[in-house]
Protein backbone atom coordinates (compact mmCIF):
# COMPACT_ATOMS: atom_id res chain seq x y z
CA UNK A 1 0.00 0.00 0.00
CA UNK A 2 1.32 3.44 -0.98
CA UNK A 3 1.21 5.94 1.93
CA UNK A 4 -0.87 9.38 0.66
CA UNK A 5 1.56 12.06 0.54
CA UNK A 6 1.66 14.39 3.12
CA UNK A 7 -0.48 17.88 2.01
CA UNK A 8 1.76 20.80 1.57
CA UNK A 9 0.62 24.07 3.07
CA UNK A 10 1.91 27.06 1.10
CA UNK A 11 4.66 28.52 3.03
CA UNK A 12 3.31 32.02 4.88
CA UNK A 13 3.65 35.09 3.50
CA UNK A 14 6.23 38.04 5.03
CA UNK A 15 4.53 40.51 7.37
CA UNK A 16 6.58 42.98 5.08
CA UNK A 17 4.86 41.66 1.67
CA UNK A 18 1.41 41.69 3.06
CA UNK A 19 2.07 45.19 4.79
CA UNK A 20 2.91 46.61 1.11
CA UNK A 21 0.14 44.70 -0.61
CA UNK A 22 -2.04 46.86 2.32
CA UNK A 23 -1.31 49.79 1.42
CA UNK A 24 -1.04 49.33 -2.47
CA UNK A 25 -4.75 48.32 -2.19
CA UNK A 26 -5.68 51.30 0.55
CA UNK A 27 -3.53 54.01 -1.77
CA UNK A 28 -5.84 52.56 -4.77
CA UNK A 29 -9.26 52.55 -3.19
CA UNK A 30 -8.09 56.34 -1.80
CA UNK A 31 -7.02 57.30 -5.38
CA UNK A 32 -10.79 56.12 -6.54
CA UNK A 33 -12.67 57.82 -3.74
CA UNK A 34 -10.87 60.87 -3.84
CA UNK A 35 -11.92 63.84 -6.38
CA UNK A 36 -9.68 65.06 -8.81
CA UNK A 37 -8.21 68.72 -7.69
CA UNK A 38 -5.89 69.27 -10.27
CA UNK A 39 -8.61 71.88 -11.89
CA UNK A 40 -6.87 74.97 -12.16
CA UNK A 41 -8.03 78.30 -10.45
CA UNK A 42 -5.63 80.57 -11.68
CA UNK A 43 -5.56 79.13 -15.39
CA UNK A 44 -9.23 79.46 -15.15
CA UNK A 45 -8.80 82.97 -14.68
CA UNK A 46 -6.51 83.51 -17.53
CA UNK A 47 -8.80 81.77 -19.44
CA UNK A 48 -11.73 84.14 -18.34
CA UNK A 49 -9.25 87.08 -18.99
CA UNK A 50 -8.54 85.63 -22.67
CA UNK A 51 -12.42 85.28 -23.42
CA UNK A 52 -13.17 88.82 -22.59
CA UNK A 53 -10.53 89.73 -25.23
CA UNK A 54 -12.23 87.62 -27.44
CA UNK A 55 -15.35 89.35 -26.66
CA UNK A 56 -14.53 92.84 -27.56
CA UNK A 57 -12.36 91.50 -31.14
CA UNK A 58 -15.58 89.88 -32.12
CA UNK A 59 -17.68 92.28 -31.33
CA UNK A 60 -15.84 94.15 -33.92
CA UNK A 61 -15.84 91.83 -36.90
CA UNK A 62 -18.45 92.71 -39.75
CA UNK A 63 -19.19 88.95 -41.32
CA UNK A 64 -20.51 85.63 -39.03
CA UNK A 65 -17.36 83.98 -40.80
CA UNK A 66 -14.76 86.28 -38.92
CA UNK A 67 -17.14 86.51 -35.59
CA UNK A 68 -17.05 82.36 -35.23
CA UNK A 69 -12.69 82.68 -36.50
CA UNK A 70 -12.82 84.50 -33.73
CA UNK A 71 -14.10 82.66 -30.99
CA UNK A 72 -12.68 79.46 -32.93
CA UNK A 73 -8.81 80.54 -32.43
CA UNK A 74 -10.39 81.80 -28.43
CA UNK A 75 -11.40 77.72 -28.05
CA UNK A 76 -7.62 76.65 -29.41
CA UNK A 77 -6.06 79.02 -26.96
CA UNK A 78 -8.38 78.27 -24.04
CA UNK A 79 -7.87 74.66 -24.12
CA UNK A 80 -4.19 75.20 -24.10
CA UNK A 81 -3.93 77.37 -21.62
CA UNK A 82 -6.30 75.22 -19.31
CA UNK A 83 -3.82 72.05 -20.67
CA UNK A 84 -0.69 73.58 -18.94
CA UNK A 85 -2.12 74.90 -16.24
CA UNK A 86 -3.90 71.79 -15.01
CA UNK A 87 -0.28 69.79 -15.77
CA UNK A 88 1.29 72.36 -13.79
CA UNK A 89 -1.11 72.07 -10.74
CA UNK A 90 -1.05 68.37 -10.49
CA UNK A 91 3.07 68.61 -10.72
CA UNK A 92 3.21 70.94 -7.78
CA UNK A 93 0.40 69.08 -5.85
CA UNK A 94 1.34 65.27 -6.78
CA UNK A 95 -1.95 64.87 -8.23
CA UNK A 96 -1.99 62.34 -11.28
CA UNK A 97 -3.38 63.33 -14.24
CA UNK A 98 -4.19 59.49 -15.19
CA UNK A 99 -5.10 58.26 -11.86
CA UNK A 100 -8.89 56.94 -11.86
CA UNK A 101 -10.61 60.55 -10.60
CA UNK A 102 -8.56 62.01 -13.79
CA UNK A 103 -10.27 59.46 -15.81
CA UNK A 104 -13.83 60.08 -15.13
CA UNK A 105 -13.20 63.68 -14.83
CA UNK A 106 -12.22 63.75 -18.68
CA UNK A 107 -15.08 61.12 -19.67
CA UNK A 108 -17.59 63.61 -18.02
CA UNK A 109 -16.30 66.56 -19.70
CA UNK A 110 -15.24 64.74 -22.90
CA UNK A 111 -19.08 64.30 -24.43
CA UNK A 112 -20.70 67.90 -24.23
CA UNK A 113 -17.54 69.18 -25.76
CA UNK A 114 -17.47 66.47 -28.98
CA UNK A 115 -21.40 67.32 -29.02
CA UNK A 116 -20.84 71.18 -29.16
CA UNK A 117 -18.11 70.51 -31.77
CA UNK A 118 -20.72 68.78 -34.08
CA UNK A 119 -23.49 71.47 -33.70
CA UNK A 120 -20.70 74.00 -34.50
CA UNK A 121 -20.04 72.93 -37.29
CA UNK A 122 -24.04 71.98 -38.07
CA UNK A 123 -25.25 75.48 -37.05
CA UNK A 124 -22.66 77.47 -39.15
CA UNK A 125 -23.55 75.47 -42.28
CA UNK A 126 -27.14 76.45 -41.73
CA UNK A 127 -26.73 79.69 -41.01
CA UNK A 128 -27.59 79.11 -37.89
CA UNK A 129 -24.76 81.44 -36.09
CA UNK A 130 -26.65 83.04 -33.71
CA UNK A 131 -27.46 79.95 -31.37
CA UNK A 132 -23.97 79.13 -31.10
CA UNK A 133 -23.41 81.38 -28.10
CA UNK A 134 -25.87 79.38 -26.30
CA UNK A 135 -25.20 76.02 -27.62
CA UNK A 136 -21.44 76.78 -26.51
CA UNK A 137 -22.32 78.07 -22.76
CA UNK A 138 -24.85 75.24 -22.31
CA UNK A 139 -23.08 72.35 -23.24
CA UNK A 140 -19.62 73.31 -22.48
CA UNK A 141 -21.55 74.06 -18.73
CA UNK A 142 -22.84 70.39 -18.88
CA UNK A 143 -19.19 69.28 -19.42
CA UNK A 144 -18.06 71.21 -16.10
CA UNK A 145 -21.04 69.66 -14.58
CA UNK A 146 -20.24 65.96 -15.23
CA UNK A 147 -17.05 65.98 -15.25
CA UNK A 148 -16.67 68.24 -12.01
CA UNK A 149 -18.99 65.50 -10.32
CA UNK A 150 -15.48 63.78 -9.52
CA UNK A 151 -13.67 66.51 -8.49
CA UNK A 152 -13.91 69.42 -5.86
CA UNK A 153 -17.84 70.72 -5.05
CA UNK A 154 -16.95 74.19 -6.52
CA UNK A 155 -16.16 73.17 -10.20
CA UNK A 156 -20.21 71.40 -10.81
CA UNK A 157 -21.28 74.80 -9.21
CA UNK A 158 -19.48 76.67 -12.35
CA UNK A 159 -20.52 74.12 -14.87
CA UNK A 160 -24.54 75.16 -13.33
CA UNK A 161 -23.81 78.69 -13.79
CA UNK A 162 -22.55 78.43 -17.23
CA UNK A 163 -25.22 76.12 -18.46
CA UNK A 164 -27.76 79.14 -16.91
CA UNK A 165 -26.09 81.50 -18.84
CA UNK A 166 -26.56 79.43 -22.04
CA UNK A 167 -30.14 78.97 -21.19
CA UNK A 168 -30.35 82.69 -20.68
CA UNK A 169 -28.68 83.07 -24.37
CA UNK A 170 -31.03 81.26 -25.94
CA UNK A 171 -33.61 83.12 -24.55
CA UNK A 172 -32.45 86.55 -25.10
CA UNK A 173 -32.03 88.48 -29.05
CA UNK A 174 -29.71 86.87 -30.87
CA UNK A 175 -27.88 90.73 -30.76
CA UNK A 176 -26.62 89.52 -26.77
CA UNK A 177 -24.86 86.76 -28.02
CA UNK A 178 -21.82 88.30 -27.93
CA UNK A 179 -22.06 89.89 -24.59
CA UNK A 180 -23.53 86.42 -22.98
CA UNK A 181 -19.89 84.73 -24.34
CA UNK A 182 -18.44 86.93 -22.31
CA UNK A 183 -20.18 86.48 -18.95
CA UNK A 184 -20.57 83.38 -18.89
CA UNK A 185 -16.78 82.00 -20.85
CA UNK A 186 -15.21 85.48 -19.43
CA UNK A 187 -16.84 86.58 -15.95
CA UNK A 188 -18.05 83.63 -14.63
CA UNK A 189 -14.81 81.53 -15.19
CA UNK A 190 -12.80 84.49 -13.52
CA UNK A 191 -14.78 84.90 -10.61
CA UNK A 192 -14.74 80.48 -9.99
CA UNK A 193 -11.31 80.40 -10.90
CA UNK A 194 -10.49 82.72 -8.33
CA UNK A 195 -12.81 81.25 -5.50
CA UNK A 196 -10.91 77.57 -6.46
CA UNK A 197 -7.40 79.34 -6.90
CA UNK A 198 -7.60 80.21 -3.18
CA UNK A 199 -9.75 77.61 -1.97
CA UNK A 200 -7.87 74.79 -3.51
CA UNK A 201 -4.14 75.11 -3.80
CA UNK A 202 -4.02 77.31 -7.09
Known sequence: ???????R????????????????YIRRAMEG????????????????????????????????????????????LAAGIGMVAMARKARRTGVSLVGPQARKFALGLAPPLAAGAVLTVVLARGGATAALPGTWLLLYGAGVVSGG????RI??????ALMLTGVTALACPPSWGN????????LVQVVFGVLIARRHGG
Open 1 to 7: MVSPEPV
Open 9 to 24: EPPPVALHEQAASNLS
Open 33 to 76: AGGFTAVPGWGQVVIGVSALVAAVVAARQTSPSAWLATWLFEAV
Open 149 to 152: AFSV
Open 155 to 160: VPVMGS
Open 179 to 186: AMLAVGFG
